[in-house]
């Protein structure tokens, strides 16, 4: 096994240096020339030259592969060409909402999508079954960021429950002093104290939440539903119900921990879903995180930028992968 | 081999598709879902035909008719420029069929070669193409496609290429894991005995025996990549405006929405529907054609 776990970590270190390596000439196939943006659309050709040189454009391909690599070991991504900004800077400034965001939604996937998967695949081609396979396959063939726009028509426009967008209402923010801790909004207002910003920060979440949680729900749901399928004809769950041990306890305890491992792998999956998603969904929601952030930069050709976000989900994702992998492996019956 | 004989050899295939079309149809859910696939293509391919003014979709604008409620003339309301959205969203769907055909197409074409090549030679070839794979695999899925779109500058062609460059290593892992196996059958060993060329080989032999998951694999596709084609364009990264596709329909909407329900929501039904049928008929598929799920 800790041979296995090794040569996981290893394939994981390949595919990381495969993905910088892929990021970074992807952005050199760009067409628009770099150092006329960092100099804005008015520059004369002498500053264009200058900014070039300023940037190290000039210079091989390969002497800028090696000076990306060596400022990428000192946690350098490089500066933003619109804000002239380190990227890395902005990225952790950015990077709590989404985080958030993507908290929140994954925990909906669990509490909603396992409990549905396991009682559709115990009560298989029922009514609660039917609906859970329609309800899987259609937030998988929802366009997200449509139901975003559907969500703000329905709760804002038509019954003026929930805010529109942002993380904060404008009149909070001038009545109160916005708390700074960790970044995290709920976590700051709870640690201040301060129910009413934390009740306003819960209720601009509710809609971005639901809407990138519809994905996950039904991608855990299907998941759940598939393993305890299979799990559920296997003799020791009928020796354990002939027992006459209770409906409850054989589902949720033997039948689902069978199912754990399954289960761990689509929650990673569905966490490098759900990071993408925020991409299509935050700017609609004008919510402060990296996929606002991503989509500013996508349209002004932000390219550090966008490296630099693509980096950070990549790398997020292999972990998270990697991660599922070796729980998965510590499993003793897989244990080789 | 004249035609008759060639005939002869296709009759079984054509039986055995037969069986499964009616095995297909068995199920409620993907009989609607193939009845509405086929329809989306007549659409595909009539409208264009039918709607003289297909052509002048963009410049059928008629600013004292901007933003009207759907009504019996305008079915589904007009847009920002008076121009009916039902005409548009209908002549969409040709663009979003298309392409995502195409962007499979071309995935198919670069991962059918380079998996059948990992699969029959194995060692170290196989190696090098399949950790080429894991780190096109090692980036989340969207994610490529809009670094790629986003760096090539947005247009639909370059969201087809960035689609297909990070699809193919999909279609490279199936037709490795069936080359492996085919690779080890009689008439490979026989092929390989009287002296064919591997390229003669991995073509006539290889790829052809691994057509049906590939086919199961690419239909289940052909939905996301329709999806990922219109969250691109939402993004500003595939087609760009004025022309009618729903991805960038709903975008433009963002702006009128509030005081125009109708302006995103059809064009966002258009694209779940779409979507939707082809991920019911591909789960179908799958489980007729999986033996596990197969019923006698």
């Not at chain 2, 298309?98 to 962007?103: D, E, F």
């Not at chain 2, 197409?105 to 090098?128: K, M, Q, R, S, Y």
């Not at chain 2, 999986?290 to 006698?296: A, I, L, V």
């Amino acid at each position: 096994m800790k041979s296995y776990i090794l040569k996981r970590i290893l394939l994981g270190l390949l595919v990381l240096s495969g993905v910088i390596v892929i990021t970074f000439f992807l952005a050199r196939i760009m067409p628009s020339n770099p150092a006329a943006q960092w100099v804005g659309p008015r520059a004369t050709q002498e500053q264009i030259d200058k900014a070039t040189i300023e940037l190290g454009l000039d210079k091989p391909l390969h002497v800028q592969f090696g000076k990306y690599i060596t400022s990428l070991f000192k946690g350098d991504l490089g500066v933003s060409l619109r804000s002239k900004q380190p990227i890395i800077k902005e990225l952790k400034a950015y990077l709590p909402p989404t985080i958030e965001l993507v908290i929140l939604s994954t925990f909906m996937a669990v509490i909603i999508g396992v409990p549905l998967g396991l009682n559709s695949a115990n009560k298989k081609d029922q009514v609660l079954d039917h609906f859970c396979r329609f309800f899987s396959v259609g937030s998988v063939s929802l366009p997200i960021f449509w139901v975003a726009l559907f969500l703000q028509l329905i709760f804002f426009r038509w019954l003026g429950a929930l805010p529109i967008g942002g993380q904060l209402d404008t009149k909070i923010r001038l009545l109160y002093e916005i708390p700074h801790h960790t970044g995290f909004m709920l976590i700051d207002s709870l640690l201040d104290g301060n129910l009413i910003i934390f009740k306003d920060a819960f209720r601009h979440m509710i809609l971005p939440a639901v809407t990138i949680a519809l994905y996950p729900i039904g991608l855990v749901a299907r998941m759940t539903r598939s393993a305890l399928l299979e799990i559920l004809s296997e003799d020791y769950i009928k020796a354990a119900r002939s027992y006459g041990l209770k409906e409850r306890l054989v589902l949720w305890k033997y039948a689902l921990k069978n199912s754990l491992g399954t289960t761990i792998t689509v929650l990673a999956l569905s966490i490098g879903y759900t990071l993408v998603n925020t991409f299509l969904v935050e700017a609609i929601f004008s919510w402060p995180g990296i996929g606002s952030y991503i989509a500013t930069a996508v349209m002004s050709l932000d390219y550090p930028a966008i490296m630099g976000v693509t980096l950070f989900s990549a790398c997020s994702y292999i972990l998270l992968n990697l991660i599922a992998d070796i729980i998965i492996a510590l499993d003793p019956r897989v244990r080789v | 081999m004249n035609q008759s004989q060639f005939l002869k050899t296709l009759k079984p295939k054509f039986k055995e598709f037969k069986v499964s079309l009616y095995l297909l149809k068995r199920n409620r859910l993907t009989k609607i879902a193939y009845y509405g696939v086929i329809l989306l293509m007549l659409i595909a391919i009539i409208v264009p035909i039918l709607l003289p003014s297909s052509k002048h979709v963009n410049q059928d604008t008629h600013p004292e008719d901007k933003l009207l409620e759907p009504s019996l003339q305008h079915p589904f309301g007009t847009d920002e420029l008076g121009r009916d959205i039902l005409k548009r969203v209908l002549i969409g769907t040709k663009i979003s069929l298309k392409t995502a055909l195409i962007a499979v197409g071309t995935a198919l074409l670069i991962g059918v070669p380079l998996g059948a090549i990992a699969g029959f030679f194995g060692g170290i070839i196989d190696e090098i193409i399949m950790r080429f794979t894991d780190i096109f695999l090692g980036f989340p899925p969207l994610l490529l496609a809009i670094a790629i779109a986003s760096f090539l500058g947005p247009s639909l062609k370059n969201a087809m290429l960035a689609i297909a460059v990070s699809w193919w290593p999909w279609y490279a892992r199936i037709i490795r894991g069936q080359a492996v196996t085919i690779k080890e059958r009689q008439f490979v060993k026989a092929a390989k005995a009287i002296g064919a060329p591997s390229s003669k080989i991995i073509f006539k032999h290889i790829i052809p025996n691994c057509v049906a998951p590939l086919i199961v694999q690419a239909s289940m596709d052909i939905g996301s990549v329709i999806l990922t084609i219109a969250s691109l364009s939402f993004l500003g990264l595939g087609a760009q405006a004025p022309a009618p596709e729903w991805g960038l329909m709903v975008s433009t909407s963002r702006n009128y929405f509030l005081n125009a329900w109708w302006y995103s929501i059809f064009p966002g039904l258009a694209i779940f529907f779409t979507v939707l049928a082809f991920n019911l008929l591909g789960d179908g598929l799958r489980e007729i054609l999986d033996p596990k799920t197969r019923k006698n």
